[in-house]
């Protein structure tokens, strides 16, 4: 079965920096989810979108953005990268109308490493 | 919005014993609660979920109560395997059939069984 697909898996990148991590979510899930989890902690919502809007937000930082495009992938932006976003980036998606299940399927996640 | 508090952050067991995970939650609103199972360097997965509408939920060696009067849902694991070690994440969420819902997470407990 299809599973979230993210990318880069691994990405090196020095402070002040722009990184873009991409998303694809499972086919026909209508909502993604992308989260930050260093190390050690559980993972922190940053931001999520329903059918292509956005749809919540948490505690992205204003140096990040994202969005979802017509083909329903995401990608999250980050700029002037600092140290302390080194960390795990997850995406999830999951299909919330019409269903009656909440689970969100995680992708392979994106490690961030700034120096 | 929703704070969930898990405990305890370590869980030290032997391989056939029992582990018990138990969390509380602030938003007496919320009404799905998903655990999540995280394998080191691996992305979190669904073990088991349960509904504001039910008691308790059993899944062969896994099971979850909640007590919603109380806010508070636990996760039990019976006959314990070495393969039952990772941190396990509870989350609370506010689920109303349409639209996104954001799963608040739980700081996390990593279960290490010995064999």
């Known amino acids: 079965a299809a599973g979230v697909i993210q990318s880069p898996r691994h990405l090196i990148k020095e402070k002040r920096e722009t990184a873009t991590l991409k998303c694809y979510p499972i086919p026909r899930h209508d909502t993604v989810y992308w989260y930050q989890q260093g190390p050690g902690q559980d993972p922190q919502f940053l931001i999520s979108f329903y059918e292509k809007m956005q749809s919540d937000k948490g505690s992205i930082p204003d140096r990040f953005s994202a969005q979802q495009f017509s083909d329903y992938h995401s990608e999250l932006n980050m700029s002037s990268l600092e140290l302390g976003d080194s960390a795990l980036y997850f995406c999830?998606?999951?299909?919330?109308?019409?269903?009656?299940?909440?689970?969100?399927?995680f992708g392979e996640g994106s490690r961030l490493t700034v120096l | 919005g929703e704070n969930v508090e898990q405990h305890p952050s370590t869980l030290s067991v032997q391989e056939g014993d029992s582990a018990v995970i138990k969390c509380t939650y602030s938003?007496?609103?919320?009404?799905?609660f998903p655990w999540y199972k995280q394998e080191l360097g691996k992305r979190p997965q669904l073990i088991i979920d349960?509904?504001?509408n039910v008691g308790e939920k059993k899944d062969q060696r896994i099971a979850v109560t909640l007590n919603k009067t109380a806010k508070h849902f636990s996760l039990h694991i019976t006959e314990t395997q070495p393969e039952d070690s990772a941190v396990y994440f509870c989350a609370a969420s506010k689920w109303w059939g349409g639209g996104s819902y954001i799963p608040t997470f739980g700081r996390g407990t990593s279960l290490i069984v010995h064999p």
């Open positions: 938003d007496s609103a919320s009404n799905y």
């Open positions: 999830a998606s999951s299909l919330v109308w019409g269903t009656n299940t909440g689970e969100l399927f």
């Open positions: 349960i509904r504001s």
